[in-house]
């Protein structure tokens, strides 16, 4: 999955899905059709998703360089059957070593948040995960989970909101062409039930500038 800002998501990804019986067909033109799920958006926040280490204590000399890793492969499930909803974000840690002699294990920290209108942080912990680098070995990878809670009640539209979202117009009607999506209060409505978990490195102040400016 592609690296991606704390912003909230687009309106298509919050109101996504597929129509079944009862649903509001957009073909129709009478409404648009909700099938809308509880569960979080997973990704990882820009700059955050890649970490750089060095073998000296606030060196950033490229010929100083001691390991380098990537987040990838990162995929969510998400159980929506309880009044909570339980997330969880299963990840990649893909890492480049650049001194080879020995054998190595090398541990680097990780966080989990899970975001409220694309701003909030509603909960956060920090993991870690650990590479097992065989002597002679450049590369090795790991794989490394997070989880966490929703409430579902945040999660869902109000009714009111919904009923504005779906309500039937007819052709005529004043407010026939008019997108119930650009209404300020549907879209934030829309941003407060909409929920992203994010999974990134723990990174220091030295690695977060080295990430941004590099």
Do not use: W
């Amino acid at each position: 999955m592609k690296k991606f800002l704390f912003a909230a998501a687009g309106l298509a990804l919050a109101l996504g899905g597929c129509s079944k019986e009862g649903d509001l067909d957009l073909s129709s033109g009478v409404g648009v059709n909700v099938v809308r799920s509880g569960c979080p958006i997973v990704g990882v926040p820009e700059g955050l998703g890649d970490i750089t280490t060095f073998r000296s204590a606030g060196s950033q000399n490229f010929s100083d360089l001691d390991v380098v890793a990537d987040i990838t492969n990162v995929r969510g499930s998400c159980n929506e059957s309880g009044a909570k909803i339980y997330s969880q974000v299963d990840f990649d840690v893909q890492a480049r070593r650049y001194d080879t002699r020995q054998a190595r294990q090398v541990t680097l920290p990780y966080f989990s948040v899970i975001t409220q209108g694309g701003t909030a942080v509603v909960a956060k912990r920090v993991g870690e995960v650990t590479l097992n680098f065989a002597a002679g070995q450049e590369r090795a990878s790991a794989k490394a989970s997070a989880a966490g809670y929703i409430d579902r009640a945040a999660a869902t539209l109000p009714d009111d909101i919904r009923r504005q979202i779906t309500r039937e117009r007819k052709a005529g009607d004043a407010d026939a062409a008019l997108d119930p999506l650009a209404q300020p209060e549907v879209r934030a409505a829309i941003a407060r039930a909409t929920f992203e978990h994010l999974v990134g490195f723990q990174l220091s102040q030295d690695q977060l500038r080295y990430n941004v400016t590099r």
